[in-house]
């Protein structure tokens, strides 16, 4: 059966690969690579592993959920103007909230693959409000007139002749590197668990060889 993390992270690192070789990316939209690569590459691979190798399984839908607030509340506060420029000028401070952000996910990974039979279909509407809040984040990064974090943040270190302008377009493309990667990794793991469910209940409803159904059994 294919791990609906598995199936999210090979999505997202086909298309990850083919944008990157037709983009130059500027300091902002490298950091955006960067996140995705943790969050929707790694930690589903990762968690994947886990539960394949460790055989965990049955978890409360409590967990997932749990999870799901966790990962969209860090990853929103990450990219508010005032957080992003405090931890761009302190680099152990990014470091440490990059790798809150890589376990939020991890955790919210593991839950989704972990989460009991009977709550199993919990899975999707979790997935389906991730992607969409990140959707959000990213159309707001993409659409604003204006560069959201100003030379004191991702312009401090950059070459004399980067301007406002193009602090701009590199905000757009971490923008469109967002709304393309992030909603695509948890829809795709959003339909192989709808096809599982599926499956699951044709084969439980599916008649025994002596035209009995297995209720009960």
């Known amino acids: 059966m294919i791990s609906p993390a598995i199936a999210s992270a090979t999505a997202v690192l086909l298309t990850g ?3 990157l070789l037709v983009y130059d990316l500027g300091h902002f939209s490298t950091h955006m690579v960067l996140h995705i690569a943790s969050m929707n590459i790694v930690a589903p691979s990762i968690a994947a592993l886990i539960v394949i ?4 399984g049955g978890t409360r839908p409590t967990w ?3 999870a799901t607030f966790l990962q969209v509340v860090l990853l929103w506060t990450w990219h508010s103007p005032a957080v992003h420029d405090l931890l761009l000028r302190s680099p152990a401070a990014g470091l440490t909230f990059h790798a809150a952000l890589f376990l939020a996910s991890l955790f919210f990974w593991l839950s989704l693959l972990t989460t009991s039979a009977a709550s199993r279909w919990q899975t ?3 997935l389906l409000l991730t992607g969409k809040l990140i959707c959000l984040l990213a ?3 993409i659409f604003a007139p204006r560069a959201l974090y100003g030379f004191a943040g991702h312009l401090a270190d950059a070459p004399g002749h980067f301007s406002l302008h193009h602090a701009l377009e590199d905000q757009h493309l971490a923008g469109l590197l967002m709304i393309t990667a992030c909603p695509l990794s948890y829809l795709v793991a959003a339909v192989i668990i709808t ?3 599926i499956t699951r209940a044709e084969i439980s409803a599916a008649p025994m060889p002596d035209g009995r159904l297995p209720i009960g059994r």
């Open 17 to 19: 690969t083919a944008v």
């Open 53 to 56: 190798r460790r055989h965990i």
């Open 64 to 66: 997932l959920w749990t």
């Open 124 to 126: 999707i509407p979790a």
């Open 139 to 141: 159309a707001l990064l």
């Open 195 to 197: 096809m599982q469910l």
